[in-house]
């Protein structure tokens, strides 16, 4: 059996199980990950029934191998199309999905039975497969999944706007159809084995993707293990032809399973000088010239993670791209702190530093390198318009660094942090192509680093500044470190909790020793966010908000804010005592609007129902004696219905009044009022004055309630004043109507004032509230009372 027959497989398995090792070693984990290595599976899988037939030196095992041959495939466009479908994050074709996983069970089935590969004939090459009746079916199925996945991969190519991701899709297009075609060939032509080298070129493909393109995001240490793998498969390629030389002199000396054994070991010793020079190509594909430099920069990369000052960080700078890229002077500028400019911050090569070492933000220089984020050589100087009109302080200080190039060290979101100028290499070459990408890719990793630093230090600024802010609150703030130490007290917090920075957290409890259990654990843990709670401190209560704060050097701390709700939660007990006595009060109204039912029924039954009954017995006596009745008697009779019924209109008039004077609808509130003095003194004998403002005209809703609070307020005065004379008056006070009734009784407590069960004076607020307006009450043990309430007139609220 001739190896050039059997190498092509255990090559395609070799690099498929490598390729499958490195993208679960170092591809993030993902759905796309695991259907990629999925495919990768079904090829490696295609590789070894391949493989197995060729190995096989009886044809019936032979054919037993070739019949999973189609089942390999098929997994393979299977999970391709799985894979396109995740990787372009598509949602359509779950039914065709579905029916694809059916197809592989029936294709599992149909294998060993011989549905799929027939048998097999001798070629001068080898086995060649015969299709059974089902491969066509098999292989359309197969072919439908292909193209639907390089359908989903096209659509993503149309819509995407980065180039790399086109070219990657791409690869990915072409390596999945090269083992279509490679398959295709296999089955359809007496052409020797296509399938297992397209299946090599598959796997060459992909790793181009993922090496040069980034497939999957492997990283650069991946993508450099491939490298390596990719150029040992090439290096192994003249090894191949060695072989089969050999072979071909030796013959069937070399046969049998002894004769591989002795290739390999013959490819491991001689293959060490060309894996050292492909070690070192792989360093220039990657590098190219500047391996030291870059590991400088990996180095620089590093330690500039746990450098914070601008200082350090610059000189590291400099000294690194003069050593990196052997220039004879390196300065940075960066941005001062207190003016528009950059400020020549490091310098290596230069001593000493040039006394006018900045750059104006509104210099042409500046403005150029900000809006042109590349490195611009110095003789474009005086090449390109917007810079012939540089200042000559700026030329000055340029030809005095002997500036070659000035590199743009620009942030990811596009501002100018710095500015890196070179001057010429010490061997006096230009800088080359290799060269400028270099500093631009260090531009970038500068202004990484730089904004970290100023990111700490704007942090630190900005945790002083918290901590001033802080300090002006009238809450109180207390910032604990992970030790249980408060490092923060505000000044309430100073002033009202009674401790100093130092202590312990506890000891704003005012307690002597730790807490058994920590009331603010879940902030501490970060699970929960902030939490919320109340605790009473001394005598006060205090509504506690606490969360994680993360420190400028990466710890965490907890801040908590305490705000005294003493006051808030006395108010919230006013308020609910109010509420008690609204519900109170309602049940008094109903309790009074039944007794009113109850006596107009009873004054309806025992007054007006008499009198009614009265003038029926008159009018029924009347009809029986119509005929024989004197005229005299009839004359009689008829006054005294008559007066029957004019006491039932007046008693109709009076129980009208008492609910509501027509007086009040007929003639307005000031006729009101001076109607409700004059009945007031008539039923009290309480002298009742009237002083009213007969301009004032209030009709409809607020006439109702002043006439009702004056009503009830005279009510009082009956019951409780023990009052000789009572004022009543109604005026204007700017766009305030005031109506005031004062009694020089016995006066008024400040208790009897807040007494719950004051239910009048409950109603009589409460009706003026509902407009807008308030009722207060005045007065004094012995001199009198004066109830004014006061509401906004009509048009003003």
């Known amino acids: 059996m001739q190896p050039y027959y059997v ?38 899988l295609w590789g070894v029934a391949v493989l197995g037939m060729r190995l096989s030196t009886e044809p019936s095992t032979a054919l037993r191998w070739n019949q999973w041959t189609p089942v390999a495939i098929y997994i393979m466009f299977l999970f391709f199309f799985r894979f396109s479908r995740e990787y372009t994050h598509a949602h359509d074709g779950s039914r065709l999905l579905t029916a694809a996983y059916v197809g592989l069970l029936v294709l599992a089935v149909a294998a060993p039975a011989g549905l ?58 072409v390596a999945a159809v090269l083992p279509l075609v490679g398959a295709l060939l296999d089955i359809a032509t007496n052409l020797p084995p296509m399938g297992i080298w397209t299946s090599l070129l598959f796997c060459i493909v992909c790793s181009i993707a993922l090496l040069r393109y980034r497939l999957l995001d492997v990283p650069q240490v991946a993508r450099r293990i491939l490298t390596y793998l990719l150029l040992g498969v090439m290096v192994a390629v003249p090894y191949v032809v060695t072989v089969l030389t050999i072979q071909s002199i030796f013959g069937a000396r070399l046969e049998g399973l002894w004769s591989y054994v002795v290739t390999i070991l013959f490819m491991a010793v001689f293959l060490r000088p060309l894996y050292a020079a492909a070690q070192e190509l792989v360093d220039r594909l990657f590098y190219h010239e500047r391996y030291d430099a870059l590991r400088a920069l990996e180095q620089f990369g590093r330690d500039a993670q746990h450098e914070v000052d601008l200082d350090v960080l610059s ?3 400099t000294r690194l791209v003069t050593e990196a890229l052997h220039a004879t002077r390196t300065c940075l500028f960066l941005p001062a ?51 012939q009109s540089l200042s000559s302080k700026d030329r000055l200080l340029l030809n005095d660094l002997e500036t070659n190039i000035l590199v743009p060290v620009t942030s990811a979101s596009g501002h100018l942090s710095g500015l890196l100028i070179l001057a010429g290499k010490r061997s006096n070459r230009q800088y080359s192509r290799e060269d400028r990408r270099l500093l631009e890719a260090l531009g970038r990793q500068m202004a990484i680093s730089l904004d970290n630093a100023r990111l700490y230090n704007d942090a630190v600024r900005g945790r002083h500044d918290l901590e001033r802010w802080l300090d002006g609150m009238d809450d109180s703030v207390v910032i604990v470190d992970n030790d249980r130490i408060i490092r923060f007290l505000n000044r309430s917090a100073r002033v009202h909790l009674g401790v100093s920075v130092g202590e312990p957290c506890w000891t704003v409890l005012g307690t002597g020793q730790s807490c058994t259990h920590c009331s603010l654990a879940e902030a501490w843990s970060g699970e929960a966010g902030s939490v919320r709670l109340s605790r009473r401190v001394g005598d006060r209560d205090y509504e506690v908000v606490a969360a994680q704060l993360l420190n400028p050097d990466g710890e965490r701390s907890l801040i908590s804010v305490l705000r005294d709700i003493t006051e808030r939660n006395r108010f919230e007990e006013e308020l609910q005592r109010s509420r008690e006595q609204l519900r109170e009060l309602a049940i008094h109204q109903e309790s009074v609007r039944e007794d009113e039912r109850a006596g107009i029924a009873r004054e309806l039954h025992d007054e007006l129902g008499q009198l009614l009954t009265a003038l029926k017995m008159d009018i029924s006596w009347l009809s029986r004696h119509l005929d024989s009745i004197p005229p005299d ?65 209030i009709s409809g809703p607020r006439a109702t309630v002043l006439f009702r609070i004056c009503q009830e307020s005279l009510t009082n005065v009956s019951r409780h004043a023990q009052a000789s004379q009572v004022t009543v ?26 007494d719950p069960r004051s239910y009048g004076v409950m109603g009589m607020r409460e009706r003026a509230r509902a407009f807008g307006g308030r009722v207060t009450i005045s007065g004094a043990p012995g001199e009198g009372t004066t109830v004014e309430a006061t509401l906004p007139l009509e048009g003003t609220d």
């Not at 079916?137 to 980065?162: D, E, Q």
């Not at 009101?672 to 002083?691: N, P, T």
Request: charged residues 20%; proline residues 5%.
């Open 116 to 173: 799929l590969m027939e048998s097999l004939r001798i070629e001068d090459y080898g086995y060649a497969p015969v299709a059974g009746p089902l491969a066509m079916p098999a292989g359309a199925a197969g072919i439908i999944l292909l193209l639907a996945g390089v359908r989903t991969l096209v659509r993503r190519y149309r819509v995407s706007s980065s180039d790399e991701e086109k070219t990657r899709l791409l690869y990915v297009v």
């Open 337 to 387: 702190e207190n003016t528009a400019a950059l400020q020549l911050m490091s310098c290596d090569g230069v001593e000493p530093l040039p006394q006018s070492g900045s750059f104006s933000r509104r210099s042409a220089l500046v403005r150029w390198m900000a809006d042109h984020p590349e490195i611009l050589a110095h003789r474009m100087l005086d090449i390109e318009p917007q810079l």
């Open 315 to 317: 000189c590291r700078l």
């Open 633 to 697: 008697q009839m004359r009689d009779k008829l006054a005294g219905m008559i007066a029957l019924t004019d006491t039932s209109v007046s008693a109709v008039q009076r129980m009208s009044s008492q609910l509501r004077p027509g007086i009040l609808d007929d003639l307005g509130l000031v006729a009101a009022l001076e109607w409700l003095a004059r009945d007031f003194q008539q039923r009290s004998g309480i002298q009742c004055i009237a002083e009213v403002d007969n301009t004032l005209d």
């Open 729 to 754: 008056s109604l005026g204007r006070r700017d766009f305030d109507v005031v109506l005031r009734v004062t009694d020089n009784g016995r006066g008024i407590s400040s208790e009897e004032m807040e």
């Open 7 to 44: 190498l092509p497989p255990a090559v395609t398995i070799a690099v498929g199980v490598a390729l499958i090792a490195i993208v679960l070693s170092f591809a993030p984990a993902s759905r796309s990950r695991t259907f990629f290595v999925s495919m990768l599976g079904g090829l490696v």
